[in-house]
Nanobody, 115 residues
Framework: QVQLVLSGGGLVQAGGSLRLSCAAS????????MSWYRQVPGKQRELVAAIRSAGSTNYADSVKGRFTISRDKAKNTAYLQMNSLKPEDTAVYYC?????????WGQGTQVTVSS
C-alpha cells in the first residue's frame, strides 16, 4: 500500500518562507511525476508545481520565481520551497504522485500566510 506523508505546513508572516515535504512509502515502482496542488474553500484544487521523472518542472504563474519544487529520488520524497509568501498563498496544500496506473494523494497540510 502506497502512502504519501506531508509535513512542513504552518503559519507564517507575509514575506516569509516554508518548506513542504512529501515522503512516499510502500510498493512504488515507477514514479512519473510528483506535484503539489493547493485548494481554498469554494475553489477548485489547482496545480502549484510539478516535477517529472526526467527532472523537468512547471509552475503556476502565480508562484513562478517564488516557489521551487525538487525531489530526492532515493528517498521518494518531493519538496516545495516557498519563499516570499503572500496572503493569497494561504490554502491546504496537497502532494500528488503519479505512477503507471494511477495517482496517489497525500492528506493535505494547511499553509496560512498572515498579512
Amino acid at each position: 500500500q502506497v502512502q504519501l506523508v506531508l509535513s512542513g505546513g504552518g503559519l507564517v508572516q507575509a514575506g516569509g518562507s516554508l518548506r513542504l515535504s512529501c515522503a512516499a512509502s510502500g510498493s512504488i515502482f515507477s514514479i512519473l511525476a510528483m506535484s503539489w496542488y493547493r485548494q481554498v474553500p469554494g475553489k477548485q484544487r489547482e496545480l502549484v508545481a510539478a516535477i517529472r521523472s526526467a527532472g523537468s518542472t512547471n509552475y503556476a504563474d502565480s508562484v513562478k520565481g517564488r516557489f521551487t519544487i525538487s525531489r530526492d529520488k532515493a528517498k521518494n520524497t518531493a519538496y516545495l520551497q516557498m519563499n516570499s509568501l503572500k496572503p493569497e498563498d494561504t490554502a491546504v496544500y496537497y502532494c500528488n504522485m503519479r505512477v503507471i496506473g494511477g495517482d496517489y494523494w497525500g492528506q493535505g497540510t494547511q499553509v496560512t500566510v498572515s498579512s
